[in-house]
Nanobody, 120 residues
């Protein structure tokens, strides 16, 4: 089991920045692929960014050049630096941990989410 706790959300003006943090505990390890998702009202949850334990990253097109995902495996922490925020970035942001279970399936864990609101 892995427990995830996000923090760092809040209200920010367009063009501003926020840094989200996700702390992992329990059976957390660098073997997990860590991801940030978001879900806006009335929309499906979407993948925002991901980072492997080895440092490979991927981003959805709408945040490329503005968001940066990072992780500190020694502290079991994952971060997402969000710059040049837009109203369309308003959503609940979730941290996720994923790894294969060796049986064709996977272990997936979710945090409780943190609200990000971009508004003037």
């Amino acid at each position: 089991q892995v427990q995830l706790v996000e923090s760092g959300g809040g209200l920010v003006q367009p063009g501003g920045s926020l840094r989200l943090s996700c702390g992992a505990s329990g059976s957390a390890c660098s073997c997990y692929l860590m991801r940030w998702y978001r879900q806006a009202p009335g929309k499906q949850r979407e993948l925002v960014a991901g980072m492997s334990g080895g440092g490979s990253t991927n981003y959805t097109d709408s945040v490329k050049g503005r968001f940066i995902i990072s992780r500190d495996n020694s502290k079991s922490m994952v971060y997402q630096q969000m710059n040049s925020l837009k109203p369309d970035d308003t959503a609940v942001y979730y941290c996720s941990a994923w790894r294969p279970n060796g049986l064709g399936g996977a272990y997936t864990y979710w945090g409780q989410g943190t609200q990000v609101t971009v508004s003037s």
